[in-house]
């Protein structure tokens, strides 16, 4: 069967089409009511007495069929998903905003919370795991991890799989589903084996594109011929909007060739079904790991992390909801991958902002913006205002307080996130957001890992999240974060003092254990596994290829413990990363690029810093001059030397192709002379 056949068509009645998301059985619910009422089994017709229920029915049939526009694949096509370019009809407006609202978001979340509770994720049972049969039993678990959950549960995820199946039978072809890896309110994800890696698809374009010393090369190096290659299987639910899925597919073709990202394999659809396929990442629940892992598998999982944002970020990608169940770690190897680009935004310059913040927005010398010139704003308003915004504060508590019904206008502004993780620019309604926003995020992680304390902030509201963030920073910090974004913070709520205090002050308080060394886990980084810049071959897990335990849990015996003194100098070092990330104001925020550079990362060891693996967006970097998009289709091309001749030809390249890495020329131009010669 061809992989054409993944796409087929759209059904000429999807009305007849048997709907396997649950998602959409209340759209057929209430059809197939609306028919019982009007007495009819047959198909509607002009004459019909099922036209005075058209309502229900149309609605149905709008709502698939927004879902689903024309497309082809062909099986070499298979890492370019063309299917999206067609026009979508946005027809689930509300349904986007409810996503945007960020109120669904927190349930999805809710909801993991849930499954892991019933979920015993430990160490000791990883160890049974590791203690079975070591190679060939590497590959047999990861085929059968389902074996570990709980009876009920597993009959659940055999189910659902089976449901799936039903509802895309071409998935059977390429894929044996074998387990769940997570489930929220807008998608499920599956693991999987790629039955026709090695013999099916072209993967050239994958292959080469990050340089063997870089921490990335795991993604792009060919996978051995003798192993089993999983994939994640991500099925999203009609209810998360097509705009928002077109969105979010668009916004992960961008990434490829990002480091530290989840890559889009493919996407496809079948009548109402959306499915996108990435590779599997082996990883660990935070909860398992925050107060166990090592230093240096700390540094590593922000190394990670920050190389992804740095990347995105460049890209004009804001990811929006950094938080630990979107980092997929494996503290055995030290790799981390950012998925779930569900409420990822483009962050183009809004040349007229709505919110009028006193600072810009994202620039290329100034990524997280600046602060305006004080000729560009009013500040004798702004002062007058701030002054009567300080009396109110010092007024008793029943004249003071925010109403309960706002009437108020309400502020646009893109609010998606995780609560607790929100940054004070999301809270306060800037219009003009940048990707401090994901830096905020990371800092709250940092500080759950020097704190000791996961989840750290439990508030129920905007309002309470500031408050809490408030009663850290102070009353006078969070004035002038407020008035960046042209907004006014009153408070005279007692615990929230003038002058706050540090977030090293805050941490030293949550942990009194902060300058003890942690005692070294023989199966976390770095003694588990070399580290990074030692390694040749991908390391075998959070990788597309199966996981080999013996490889990575035979401890390093002579990587040693850090020294007390060591230990209070890496302290003392995320202590300041901390601060620069916790930064209220977002234009001081430290950015991805000074992160990875700051001493708590830089790794004096490398005599290379980070600038020399970011791979470039396209058409930048040092063969930037051969790489341009077509006037007329937006195609991203190069011009290519024909071999033996003085011409060059045009290529048109599919994404996370001709990536130009530091300073070297990307894979089409490496042979030129020009940069033979340097
Ligand atoms: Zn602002
Ligand atoms: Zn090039």
Redesign the pocket.
């Known amino acids: 069967m061809s992989a054409a056949a993944l796409l087929s068509g759209h059904s000429s009645n999807p009305l007849e089409v048997h709907s396997s998301d649950r998602h959409n059985r209340a759209y057929k619910a209430r059809f197939m009511a609306a028919k019982r009422e009007a007495g009819t089994s047959g198909a509607p017709s002009s004459d019909d007495p099922l036209n005075s229920f058209n309502e229900p029915v149309q609605e149905y049939q709008t709502h698939v069929s927004a879902l689903i526009p024309h497309a082809e694949m062909t099986d070499s096509a298979r890492a370019r998903t063309s299917w999206f370019d067609a026009a979508f009809v946005d027809l689930d407006a509300d349904m986007d905003s409810d996503v945007v609202d960020g109120g669904d978001v927190v349930e999805v979340e809710a909801d993991m919370m849930d499954e892991f509770d019933g979920e015993d994720v430990d160490i000791e049972e990883l160890d049974d795991l590791e203690d079975d049969d070591e190679d060939a039993q590497g590959e047999t678990d990861e085929e059968m991890t389902i074996h570990l959950k709980p009876p009920e549960e597993q009959e659940e995820i055999a189910e659902e799989i089976a449901d799936l199946e039903a509802a895309v039978p071409q998935l059977v072809q390429d894929y044996k589903i074998v387990d769940r890896l997570g489930t929220g309110t807008f998608s499920s994800v599956y693991k999987a084996i790629d039955l026709h890696y090695h013999t099916k698809w072209d993967n050239s374009v994958w292959h080469g594109v990050h340089p063997p010393s870089s921490s990335a090369y795991y993604q792009s190096a060919p996978r051995p011929s003798d192993t089993k290659v999983f994939v994640a299987i991500k099925r999203i639910y009609v209810t998360s909007g097509p705009e928002r899925i077109r969105n979010e597919i668009t916004i992960m073709e961008d990434c490829r060739g990002s480091r530290h990202v989840s890559q889009l394999i493919t996407a496809f659809r079948q009548q109402d079904q959306v499915v996108a396929i990435m590779p599997y990442h082996r990883h660990e629940d935070f909860r398992v790991f925050y107060n166990t892992l090592p230093m240096e598998g700390i540094k590593e999982y922000f190394r990670c992390l920050f190389r992804a944002f740095r990347d995105i970020h460049t890209r004009k990608i804001i990811h929006r909801d950094v938080k630990p169940a979107n980092f997929l770690f494996d503290p055995k190897t030290g790799i981390g991958t950012l998925c779930d680009f569900g409420l990822a935004c483009r962050n183009e310059l809004n040349p007229n902002?709505l919110?009028s913040?006193?600072?810009t927005g994202s620039l290329p010398k100034h990524p997280h913006?600046k602060v305006l010139h004080p000729r560009e704003y009013d500040g004798e308003q702004l002062k007058k205002a701030q002054k009567e915004s300080r009396v109110k504060s010092s007024l008793p508590s029943d004249r003071v307080g925010y109403p309960e019904k706002d009437t108020r206008p309400h502020s646009k502004a893109n609010r998606a996130g995780t609560r607790g993780f929100r940054a004070p620019?999301v809270l306060?309604k800037?219009?003009?957001?940048t990707g401090a926003i994901d830096m905020w995020a990371a800092g709250m992680i940092l500080l759950s890992f020097l704190t000791e304390k996961f989840p750290l902030f439990n508030s129920n509201d905007d309002i309470e999240a500031l408050m809490e963030i408030a009663t850290i920073i102070g009353r006078k910090r969070m004035e002038r974060t407020a008035t960046?974004?042209?907004r006014l913070f009153q408070s005279n709520v007692p615990s929230i003092t003038l002058e706050g205090i540090s977030w090293t002050e805050f941490v030293e308080r949550q942990n009194p254990n902060l300058r003890v060394p942690r005692e070294p886990v023989p199966y976390y980084y770095p003694y588990s596994t070399m580290p990074h810049r030692a390694r040749t071959h991908p390391p075998s897990s959070s990788s597309p290829t199966t996981t080999r335990y013996s490889e990575s849990v035979s401890p390093q015996p002579d990587i040693e413990p850090p020294s007390e003194e060591s230990h209070i100098e890496d302290v003392k070092n995320a202590l300041d990363l901390l601060e620069q990330l916790m930064q209220p104001e977002?234009v001081r925020r430290i950015t991805p690029r000074k992160a990875l550079y700051h001493p708590f990362l830089h790794d004096p060891l490398s005599d290379v810093g980070d600038d020399e693996y970011f791979p470039h967006p396209f058409g930048q970097g040092i063969c930037a001059k051969y790489h341009f998009r077509d006037d007329v289709t937006d195609e991203m091309c190069v011009r290519v030397r024909v071999p033996g001749t003085d011409e060059m030809e045009v290529r048109i390249l599919q994404a996370g192709e001709g990536l130009a890495i530091g300073r070297e020329p990307c894979e089409f131009h490496k042979d030129e002379e020009e940069f033979l010669e340097r």
């Open positions: 902002p919110g913040c006193l600072h913006g620019e306060l800037c219009g003009d957001q960046l974004h042209s977002c």
